[in-house]
């Protein structure tokens, strides 16, 4: 994972600084604002929507189900069509195959389309070390390298940017951009001139892909800006890093995910380049193609019978432009490339638990389900947020000789509700207590943990006279 | 048929006012409820929250305390789902065969405006309210239960009401259960901006079918001194012109029920 | 010695410990409930109205002409846009070339460097097939529309194609795809809305897309 995000603070403390800066929240509100309604007009216009959501669930469930049978299909397939396939266990050793890969060409510089599997192995980092210069030529991308800052969505990692920022840090770090005005067209007309040779000299491209078909060995890269033409098609070697969840069984197969993926992600009936290419293509495009194929933690994910349907997710960031979380605190609070409600399923999963940041992602919902209802391939991320919560509960409480504060509160709370007697019992105590905090049956101040729900709302007094009390009393 | 009242853990020792309002309004529609005593809680701020286990016993006991009924009709959309969508993971949590039997032979558990309307068939249920009144979907009602606008369409039907849209409807309160208290910065500002909504929608009473989101965006208008008060769906259908003459004025007094029920039977209708 | 091959796949399969062992891919069931659109015939005339509504939503200019008036409106296109260097490719159907002029024309036949591409005006191709639901072309590198590069450095394209050449939906075109031959599906310009979510049309790919539709 990028190692810019490492050290990143849990959830809620990250989200307070978030949630503190005006413009990001103002940025954030418009574009995600913005890109949700595109999304429910396009997705409305087609009657068979729901039937797409189940193909495109359906399938991924085949593939994942025989995902080994599949990834030795596309192996033999590339392999055939002239291309190379490598294997990854990790990040590291994505980025070593890489580097390598680069150095066997003799080239210090190479272009890359914006890929999520990149970023999440921290590719450019490495790249650096080894003296290799990676351009992003994705406009956000451009954007985030040029400002040394991380990405905050998965479609628009720029998101958190307005027009009056990106001016001034294009003035600042582009040649010949002192004049620029602030004016997206204009903007994305600097960027143009500012890799235009680049693309042109370029010999070494590197990207994901978006798919891989197992029956044809066929890559593809669904984008709109025509940097990835470029990078795919110029330069004389092409290295795609693909995680191996990305594969699906057929041909056939895309026409599920070719309309479900531009309508989710852009909002838009079809993006305005997807490319196709199966292996090398004598005098079309590069002379060697090199298939990086990622674990990184995806058969740990695959083995948690609750947890394997987030690899269905096609990267089309629907569930980060919905979340009401995400809208307010941003993407850079999840501490990782993949932000968002599916952020907060796919980290704790792809790295573990083993950070207070990791462990704090399943909580950062409020299990509100409107990831649920706009992802393409259904995955129930409220349902997996929970199956984590549980996991992260229980691995705390076997590694802590004492339980946590919260682990004895539950568990009075079982006691409680164990039996209407006890329940009878609480209830009547609370209110007693609540008699010395309320005025006017309104508390100002809880102590304690509860503290945090007082801090900004006041809260409800216990009744007097519980229901139960009420029912006995004129029921019986 | 019979039918059981569950009134959930939080209703009852929080928002019995609640309780009070659905007795009185399945009674005027001639619908006798019981009220099973040994109901306690349905695991779901256990379940949410990750203590898997510990609700095992709240699920076996809900399924001893119902069993035998022909339905059971709870007020909260939250609670209503974690029955009918989680309480068979529990029992697989627990590795219970006889506890996934019990579950899967449980009577069917609806929400009150589903009870109304696909059980009672009635959308006009007679109720008198004269009050700017915005309402607000609760997510796990909305996407959980798919209620969609059975709600509406009761609330459409109550004489004297001044119903007017909230915007951004649809959107997530920020209560989310323990969330509130995790998040509560990202909750809160959540909460703000729905708090923004129910005054642009100019209504005096905000009203759901959840006292628990209620609760979160009460609390928050009622620190504000916003003036606006959270009404359940249950206690404005139990309204009638009879009872409109007591009911409480401001924000705060729905919760003043603390020692003092005879204040708050006035939205619940009182005993027979 | 144990590869990252061998142990990736021997975690899968450990991974997949709940998968019966006789269970084929074929066994998971796939609903393919959705519309394929294979009603409408290709060359319907709503079919290429819709073709021509949605690519021209993207920003592209979408015109329909008769065979009889195609290479007259090719010309001209071109004359309107002040493009005289260009990219013809082999077997571009000579009925549609016959007005352009000679001199200008190159046909990537040796192919011309990346340079010499950049120095072109305007490319001329025609597309192997469109979808209409979507806006879309579909290039794939046969008659008349020469490897990628070629409608990628211009700055102009113009794709000229019959109007049978349409078919409705996104099922329909695959269908009718070599996945073997490296394919561009294109939807107008390029674009970005990477700033504010705000759509700009033409970033790196041509900025100005052009079709015509012959009758």
């Not at chain 1, 009401?324 to 941003?330: I, M």
């Not at chain 1, 503290?451 to 007097?464: E, K, L, M, S, V």
């Not at chain 2, 359940?232 to 009872?243: D, K, P």
């Not at chain 3, 795809?177 to 504010?196: H, N, Q």
Request: charged letters at 25%; aromatic letters at 6%; a neutral charge.
């Amino acid at each position: 994972m990028s190692s810019a995000f490492l050290g990143m603070p849990p959830f809620p403390q990250a989200a307070r600084r978030a949630l503190a800066d005006t413009q990001q929240r103002r940025n954030l509100a418009g574009a995600t604002r913005t890109i949700r309604h595109k999304r429910a007009e396009v997705v409305g216009e087609l009657p068979d929507w729901e039937e797409l959501r189940e193909a495109g669930r359906a399938l991924k469930e085949r593939t994942l189900r025989h995902l080994d049978h599949y990834l030795v299909q596309l192996e033999e397939r590339v392999t055939a069509a002239g291309g190379q396939v490598h294997w990854a266990r990790d990040a590291a050793e994505a980025n070593r195959i890489v580097t390598r890969l680069v150095q066997e060409t003799g080239e210090r510089e190479v272009v890359k389309v914006k890929s999520m599997t990149t970023q999440e192995t921290g590719l450019n980092r490495a790249l650096e070390t080894a003296g290799i210069t990676a351009y992003e030529t994705d406009l956000a991308e451009l954007i985030v390298q040029l400002g040394d800052d991380l990405p905050s969505h998965i479609l628009v990692p720029a998101i958190h940017r307005n027009r009056a920022e990106i001016r001034e840090l294009f003035r600042r770090t582009m040649p010949d951009a002192e004049g620029v005005g602030d004016d997206p067209a204009e903007l994305a007309e600097a960027a143009r001139r500012y890799l235009r040779q680049k693309f042109l000299r370029a010999k070494v491209g590197i990207s994901g892909a978006n798919f891989l078909v197992a029956e044809t060995g066929t890559a593809v890269v669904v984008e709109s800006e025509g940097n990835g033409r470029m990078c795919l098609t110029l330069p004389e070697t092409l290295i795609s890093v693909v995680g191996i969840e990305k594969v699906v069984p057929t041909w056939q197969d895309l026409e599920v995910y070719l309309q479900l993926l531009p309508r989710s992600s852009t909002g838009e009936r079809m993006n305005p380049y997807t490319s196709t290419w199966t292996g090398t293509q004598d005098g079309d495009g590069p002379r060697g193609f090199h298939l990086v194929l990622l674990d990184g933690g995806r058969t740990d994910t695959l083995a948690d019978r609750i947890g394997r349907q987030t690899l269905n997710c096609i990267r089309c960031s629907a569930c980060l432009n919905v979340c009401p979380v995400y809208e307010r605190t941003g993407g850079h609070a999840y501490g990782s490339v993949y932000p968002g409600p599916i952020g907060a399923v796919l980290n704790p999963q792809l790295r573990g638990t083993g950070t207070e940041t990791d462990r704090s992602l399943p909580f950062a919902s409020t299990l509100c389900g409107a990831c649920y209802e706009v992802c393409p391939v259904k995955i129930d991320i409220p349902e997996v947020l929970v199956h984590l919560r549980a996991r992260v509960v229980e691995e705390t409480g076997g590694r802590r000789h004492t339980p946590t504060p919260e682990a004895v509160a539950m568990r009075a709370a079982r006691w409680v509700f164990s039996s209407p007697a006890r329940l009878s019992a609480a209830q009547r105590l609370a209110a007693l207590g609540s008699r010395v905090v309320a005025r006017r049956g309104r508390i100002a101040r809880l102590p304690g943990p509860l503290a945090g729900w007082t801090d900004a709302r006041d809260a409800p007094a216990p009744a007097g006279e519980p229901f139960r009390q009420w029912w006995e009393r004129t029921h019986r | 048929m019979r039918t059981a009242l569950f009134i959930t853990c939080f209703n009852d020792t929080m928002h019995p006012a609640t309780g009070r309002a659905v007795v009185t309004l399945l009674e005027r529609l001639g619908c006798t409820v019981d009220f099973p005593a040994g109901q306690t809680c349905c695991g779901q701020m256990h379940f949410n929250t990750g203590y898997q286990r510990d609700c095992i016993p709240l699920v076996r006991r809900f399924g001893e305390v119902f069993a035998g009924y022909d339905a059971v009709v709870a007020p909260s959309g939250s609670c209503a789902a974690m029955i009918r969508h989680h309480h068979a993971r529990v029992a697989e949590v627990a590795g219970d065969r006889g506890l996934l039997e019990a579950v899967r032979t449980a009577p069917p558990v609806y929400e009150l405006s589903e009870f109304l309307v696909d059980v009672l068939e009635v959308t006009d249920v007679g109720a008198y309210f004269p009050h700017r009144v915005t309402y607000h979907p609760t997510c796990h009602s909305l996407r959980m239960l798919g209620v969609a606008d059975r709600p509406l369409a009761l609330l459409r039907a109550v004489r004297g009401i001044d119903l007017v849209e909230l915007p951004d409807a649809t959107q997530c309160c920020g209560f989310g259960g323990t969330f509130a208290l995790k998040n509560s910065d990202t909750s809160v500002a959540m909460g703000a901006d729905k708090v923004r909504g129910v005054l642009d929608s100019g209504a005096e009473v905000l009203c759901a079918g959840d006292n628990s989101c209620l609760t979160h965006i009460g609390g928050l208008l009622s620190r504000l001194r916003t003036g606006v008060r959270t009404m359940h769906l249950a206690e404005i259908l139990a309204a009638t012109e009879r009872t409109t003459a007591t009911e409480p004025t401001t924000a705060t007094e729905r919760t003043t029920a603390t020692g003092a029920p005879s204040h708050a039977v006035a939205t619940g209708g009182g005993p027979r | 010695m144990s590869t990252a091959r061998d142990e990736i796949l021997a975690r899968v399969r450990a991974a997949l410990a709940d998968v019966p062992e006789s269970e084929r891919p074929a066994d998971v069931p796939v609903k393919r409930a959705y519309a394929t659109g294979g009603d409408q015939p290709g060359s319907a005339p709503e079919t290429v109205a819709l073709f021509t509504e949605r690519l021209a939503d993207y920003g592209a200019t979408v015109r329909t002409v008769s065979s009889g008036r195609a290479a007259t409106e090719v010309a001209r296109t071109l004359a309107s846009r002040g493009a005289s260097r260009l990219v013809v490719p082999r077997w571009f159907p000579p009925a549609w070339s016959a007005q352009l002029a000679a001199a200008g024309m190159r046909s990537d036949e040796p192919p011309l460097s990346v340079d010499e591409l950049d120095a072109v005006d305007a490319v001329v191709t025609t597309a192997a097939l469109a979808i209409a639901e979507t806006g879309t072309l579909v290039l794939d590198g046969g008659p008349g529309q020469g490897r990628r590069a070629v409608t990628l450095v211009p700055d102009f394209h113009l794709c000229v194609l019959r109007a049978d050449q349409v078919v409705a939906s996104v099922p329909q075109a695959l269908s009718r795809l070599d996945p073997l031959r490296p394919l561009t599906f294109v939807s107008g310009p390029s674009a970005t809305s990477d700033i504010e979510l705000e759509r700009v049309a033409g970033v790196h790919g041509p900025r100005t897309l052009e079709v015509l539709v012959v009758r």
